[in-house]
């Protein structure tokens, strides 16, 4: 899908090391450090916390350069009424230079 000049798309195997490297420069902008192994192993393992769920997660490019992520997944909401499921946003990220532009 196309956004002015943003190409938004499906994850791809090939996407994993770029996305997991810009997210991690995003959370240390904000003094935070990543863990690939622990909170952040989601951005290493898309397949298992994404794809295998039923959730999905896209990659956004600006002229062939990954810029940005999001994502979602499933979640129970069983106790929260009639509405068995719903979802939950990850991963929305987009590089500093982008972020007043868009």
Known sequence: MQYKDFWI???EARDRILAAQL???VLAEYGVCGEPEGADRDVWEV???YQQ???I???VEKAGQLVGTAGFYPIS???MGSNPTAVEFARCIC???LVARV
């Open 77 to 79: 909401r069983a106790q």
């Open 95 to 97: 590089c500093r230079q």
């Open 9 to 11: 798309r499906d994850w």
């Open 57 to 59: 997660f896209w990659v």
């Open 53 to 55: 769920v039923n959730g």
């Open 23 to 25: 997210i991690a420069q």
């Open 47 to 49: 397949e298992t916390y």
